[in-house]
């Protein structure tokens, strides 16, 4: 069994800052990747950041300058630090793992449970 515990959502003004946190624990061999993705209602789920296991890293065009994806691989955790958040991030934040199972050695993967990130006007 894998979990991906998010933490680090709320409710912040135009302009804040806030950073999600997100730590994969239990039967895991390896992390190949990590990501965030964002939902709002109605629409489909969409990539924010990722990270692979060499440290590259891709941003959606709209958190480009803007959002920093980072990761502790000792820890398995990946970060998201968000800065001159915009009503426009308002979104639940889910944290995404592509990682190796340590009983079967096959890629798996999983999904946090989200985190609501709030930004008023």
């Known amino acids: 069994q894998v979990q991906l515990v998010e933490s680090g959502g709320g409710w912040v003004e135009a302009g804040g800052s806030l950073r999600l946190s997100c730590t994969a624990a239990?039967?895991?061999?390896?992390?190949?990747?990590m990501a965030w993705y964002r939902q709002t209602p109605g629409k489909q789920r969409e990539l924010v950041a990722s990270?692979?296991?060499?440290?590259?890293?891709n941003y959606a065009d709209s958190v480009k300058g803007r959002f920093t994806i980072s990761r502790d691989s000792a820890k398995n955790t990946v970060y998201l630090q968000m800065n001159s958040l915009k009503p426009e991030d308002t979104a639940v934040y889910y944290c995404?793992?592509?990682?190796?199972?340590?009983?079967?050695?096959?890629?798996?993967?999983?999904w946090g449970q989200g985190t609501q990130v709030t930004v008023s006007s």
């Open positions: 995404n793992a592509d990682l190796t199972r340590r009983d079967n050695l096959l890629p798996s993967n999983y």
């Open positions: 239990g039967n895991i061999f390896g992390i190949n990747a």
């Open positions: 990270i692979r296991s060499g440290g590259s890293t």
